[in-house]
């Protein structure tokens, strides 16, 4: 009989089954694989911005050694354009701009990195060689590389369909409630932003090999994804026409994703037609560089925002205007970011009653720019954060006491902001105060003195975050113009001798899903978890599901493997009730046990499954043989994780270095399953969170050349960039999905940026400074403690 | 990269003869520089002449008050010599805050000294010890040697041998890195040797440079407070998305002022 330790189930810290073949070598990721005669492919891509292609001349290339074909977009006849999976309307109705976006560049180029050609080699070496002796003629074009000159009367224009560079004008809320809530305020406070743009940074860069089998026709695709169904939908129903049947996308072991692999990007469909035409494995991997200049980038929001307060501090009313970059081209849920993952978290937190926002997304000539851990959910809570704290100073209110005020009780919920969302649950005070306590805010005051006696200036920030996950409802993201359903699959498979295999459309990029998911069995129906093997990212082994993002995979993909589950019971519970001679009513289960009420016999799982498939004494009649089942998960709602994260910085006032000294995350994440993973989950997204508050900016110069685009310029967060964090969790329990979940693999990267900010303004508070942009940089913070004399109060 | 012909001399002369005899070679030493250039193809020599067999490019050895570094001292044996640690102890710990363990356990002094990036770490240290260079055909004086942007003295085919430098009696250095790539954004390395006071300048411009206003004041008064009110110019300095030329030169007396400190 299985007998699973109490130290295996939910609530267990069980070490990630997965890292002994990562941390041995053995892990297999795309570029590890070698199919037999496989060529390789090498992408020439633009090196301007903005630029009319006159003519290729690629004679020359394809007579070089080891060259196997050279394409060009005009060689890619019949292939579709690489489709957006979301519509956004405007104001008026009307459906958002929605410009095509060719596999490869036609007539025009649009940003440094598109591609241009691909060169299939027998090396890549050579494939390198050929690409250099490939002659473009490009007439420059004047290039716009940021909102505003994009939208600047006049500008040049990057697409035929997009006139002015404008994709959508959007809006949400009652503007006439929300003006009238500002024409009673007390005070109004304006605050202007720029969210900065990030560079992801996946450890793997993306990979991709195309195969192609004569004989049956089919297709493969072995790809760095984080959602494999969801790109042989895309890229075989949109761009290359290649039935379901005659394709597979496979995505083996994906070293870390944050968003950028969720996409369905050129390279991949390039590798598979020139599989097909070649009749032979094609594969391409990035190089650090073409990462930067071709995975799609995150943020990237300038913002203009006012927030109405009564005499108490009693937040009125929120007004909000952003202008959201596109970059050259709709990636797969651009339009979706910063709108209904942005704009519907703007009530937070807070009691708000009116807000109302207005989102105009605009085409620049940069990357594409598209869901990015926490996507939309970082951008609306930095400005929240950021926005209340400059409330509270302007106001003359404690930063903490503001926030309580304007909370949402713990006795409220559900609760219905005035934004679309509907809150299950949460306890902000609750998150709050264990944070303040954790941080021990009361003795900062003290921590402050000692620093400065050291010559250093110390500050504190809070950040009271709220998001929205567990994506999500299909019905209401189809009504809101998501063109694909969001719900999840999850098959158990019992085998005759009671181990389990889990099939799951979710995909682990780094999460620990092999190890999560197989606690959940564990817990529920006590197979151990050494016993319990989770398989994912194979189109051709798991049944149509969508993959891994918005911190989706156990509250969607965990709550259809429990649903699974409750068939297996239900079905287990008829085969004992006939192998026992009892009725299916007093048959009892409990972790692998199926049990006559009131009475010792019982069957175990094993015997159960074995009895499921050797039916010789078997309900044949009323039942078909075998132990698995399948459930499609559709969540009822979002899930919202939220809490309080406390960051504490010292600044060294003669070169302006921010070091975070001090950490501290309280957050609701609902039933935790592996408190060490989402521990670990938490860690990661804060360096992240860290990462963009202090270090990380994408920066293109005025003719779209971007100058961070290596490790050299880009500032990746480093271990000595990072303090111990100390990390709790507070759980209210998600009440509409069957484990009570929530997720975690955003809160980090969502609610730290606004706490290290507000810390750093904290820090120098001296000097008279209102707000710091992101990234607070040594030479950044120096200006402004060299422009500014330090006011010292009170004396 | 592109294709390169190998070559793996043991002596300084038989790698004098294939530099001298194509034009187009390069040395490549610990190729910390010059192999991610390969990489990314920005350089396409004819060959490359690997330094690492020849033994009289390495080792450390102390004679009276000079203390001679072959070129193709690892970064890592600079930092854990004892005479060096001794001796020029500011040296050391500069050795110690290149790049990360693996880079210093493959690039050499030589390597970086003859390559001149602006943001390196030694150039700073051997115009302020004074040292002289020791080429296959002269020695060059460190004041001559560094000569702007990646150039120095070196003439093509020229290789650099050693570093001699006289034994100093205060050493110090601080540097802000470049918070990206971690090079030196701007540093400082401030010496007295024979009761001669320089103070050389790193990161800060195109070039390492002596700033000799400061090395006066010191001079006077060796102590941080001595050189905390001398502003460096920002003209000529650079500028990028990291740091302004103002931000760099007001990084100068910042980082000449811990050099002191750190000296003691």
Redesign the interface.
């Known amino acids: 009989m299985n007998v699973v330790t109490p130290f295996e189930g939910i609530g267990a810290s069980v070490k990630r089954k997965e890292d002994l073949r990562f941390l041995s070598g053995r892990g297999q990721y795309t570029d590890d694989i070698a199919r037999p005669g496989q060529a390789y492919a090498y992408i020439l891509r633009s090196p301007h911005a903005h630029a009319r292609i006159r003519g290729i001349d690629a004679a020359a290339a394809k007579a070089m050694p080891g060259v196997v074909a050279i394409f060009t977009g005009a060689d890619m006849t019949g292939v579709g354009s690489l489709p957006c999976g979301w519509q956004i309307h405007n104001k008026d109705g009307s459906p958002m701009a929605e410009p095509p976006h060719p596999v490869i560049a036609v007539d025009k180029v649009r940003h440094v990195g598109d591609p241009v050609a691909v060169v299939v080699a027998e090396s890549k070496a050579q494939a390198k060689d050929a690409a250099e002796a490939i002659n473009v003629d490009y007439e420059v074009l004047p290039a716009v590389a940021t909102m505003e000159a994009a939208l600047a009367p006049g500008a040049p224009q990057i697409h035929e369909g997009a006139p002015g560079n404008l994709c959508y004008d959007w809006h949400i809320g009652d503007k006439a409630v929300n003006d009238a809530a500002f024409a009673n305020a007390y005070k109004v406070v304006k605050f202007e932003t720029t969210n900065n743009r990030l560079v992801p940074n996946a450890m793997e860069p993306r990979a991709a090999i195309g195969d192609f089998d004569p004989a049956t026709g089919e297709y493969t695709l072995y790809t760095t994804s984080q959602n494999p169904h969801v790109i042989r939908l895309l890229m075989g129903a949109f761009v290359l026409q290649i039935p379901e049947a005659k394709l597979r996308v496979v995505a083996p072991d994906v070293g870390g994703g944050f968003g950028s692999k969720i996409f369905h990007y050129a390279e991949e469909a390039i590798v598979t037609w020139a599989a097909g035409k070649l009749h032979r494995p094609v594969k391409w991997t990035a190089e650090r560089t073409e990462s930067f200049m071709s995975d799609a980038h995150g943020r990237d929001h300038v913002t203009t925002a006012e927030l109405a307060l009564d005499k108490d501090g009693k937040f009125l009313g929120l007004r909000v205007h952003t202008l959201a970059n596109m970059g050259a081209y709709l990636s797969t849920f651009a339009p979706s970011v910063p709108t209904y993952l942005y704009a519907t978290l703007l009530a937070g937190v807070y009691t708000t009653p009116t807000i109302y926002a207005e989102v105009k997304a605009v085409f620049t000539n940069t990357v594409p720019v598209d869901a990015y851990r926490g996507a939309g959910r970082p951008e609306a809570t930095y400005l929240l954060e950021r926005l209340v704290d400059v409330a509270a100073a302007e106001m003359g209110m404690d930063r903490v006491e503001i926030r309580r005020r304007n909370f949402i009780p713990a006795d409220a919920f559900p609760y219905q902001t005035p934004v679309a969302l509907q809150y299950d649950s949460g306890n902000y005070h609750a998150t709050l105060d264990q944070a303040l306590e954790v941080a021990d805010w009361k003795g900062f005051e003290a921590r402050r003195a000692e620093a400065r006696a050291r010559g250093k200036l110390r500050g504190i920030g809070i950040s009271t975050y709220l998001e929205a996950c567990g994506i999500a409802p299909s019905a209401v993201v189809g009504s809101l113009g998501a063109r694909a359903g969001l719900y999840e699959v999850g098959t158990i498979r019992v085998h005759p001798t009671g181990s389990v295999t889990v099939l799951t459309g979710a995909h682990s990029h780094g999460q620990g899903h092999e190890t999560t998911f197989a606690q959940l069995v564990a817990d529920r129906l006590g197979v151990p978890v050494a016993q319990v093997d989770v398989v994912h990212g194979d189109t051709a082994k798991v049944p149509f599901g969508m993959g891994t993002y918005g911190s989706r995979s156990l509250a969607v993909g965990g709550s259809a493997m429990f649903k699974a589950m409750d068939k297996i019971i239900a079905k287990g519970k008829k085969i004992a009730a006939h192998l026992m001679e009892a009725s299916v009513e007093d048959i009892e289960f409990d972790r692998g046990n199926f049990r006559v009420a009131g009475t010792d016999r019982s069957k175990s799982l094993a015997e159960i499954a074995l009895a499921a498939y050797v039916p010789h004494n078997y309900p044949i009649e009323e039942l078909e043989p075998g132990l698995e089942e399948t459930a499609f998960y559709d969540p009822k709602n979002f899930t919202y994780p939220g809490g309080c994260h406390i960051a504490e910085v010292e600044i060294d006032p003669e070169t302006g270095k921010v070091e975070m000294v001090n950490f501290t995350a309280v957050d609701d994440v609902g039933r935790v399953i592996n408190p060490m993973i989402v521990e670990g989950q938490v860690h990661g997204g804060i360096a992240q969170g860290i990462g963009q508050a202090l270090l990380e900016q994408a920066v293109y110069d005025e003719n779209g050349q971007l100058l961070s685009a290596s490790m050299m310029d880009y500032t990746m967060p480093r271990a000595d960039d990072l303090p111990s964090v100390g990390v709790a969790t507070h759980a209210t329990l998600c009440t509409h999905n069957p484990l009570g979940v929530k997720g975690c693999g955003e809160v980090g990267a969502i609610g730290s940026p606004p706490a290290v900010i507000n810390a750093v303004v904290d820090a120098l508070r001296d000097y008279g400074v209102r707000h710091i942009e992101m990234p607070a940089t040594p030479a950044k913070i120096w200006s402004i403690i060299n422009a500014g004399r330090p006011k010292m109060a009170a004396e | ?2 294709d390169f012909a190998y070559h793996k001399p043991t002596s300084i002369a038989d790698a004098v003869k294939i530099l001298s005899a194509d034009p187009d070679a390069r040395p490549i030493s610990g190729g910390q520089t010059l192999l991610p250039a390969l990489k ?2 920005l350089n396409k020599p004819s060959a490359l002449v690997d330094l690492s067999a020849i033994a009289e490019l390495r080792g450390i050895k102390r004679d009276g008050n000079k203390i001679t570094i072959g070129a193709m001292t690892r970064h890592a044996d600079v930092a854990s010599n004892p005479e060096v640690k001794a001796a020029i102890p500011a040296l050391a710990r500069m050795a110690e805050s290149i790049g990360d363990p693996q880079v210093r356990n493959r690039g050499t002094m030589g390597g970086s000294v003859s390559n001149n990036d602006p943001a390196a770490d030694y150039p700073a240290a051997v115009l302020a010890l004074n040292a002289t260079l020791v080429t296959d055909k002269r020695r060059i004086a460190a004041d001559d040697f560094f000569q702007g942007m990646f150039t120095t003295a070196l003439e093509p085919g020229e290789l650099l041998v050693a570093i001699e430098i006289p034994v100093p009696e205060k050493t110090g250095y601080a540097k ?1 890195r470049n ?3 971690r090079y030196v954004m701007t540093g400082v390395f401030v010496a007295r040797t024979g009761g001669n006071v320089r103070v050389a300048v790193n990161g800060a411009g195109p070039c390492v440079f002596r700033q000799t206003e400061m090395e006066k004041a010191l001079t006077a008064n060796w102590s941080p407070d001595a050189v905390a009110n001398i502003k460096q110019s920002p003209e000529g300095l650079n500028g990028d ?4 030329a103002e ?1 760099r030169a ?2 100068v007396t ?1 980082m000449a002022k811990r050099a002191v400190a750190d000296a003691g």
């Open positions: 990269m592109y990314h193809r802000m918070p990206a790539s998305i990291h740091g302004s931000y007001h990084l910042v």
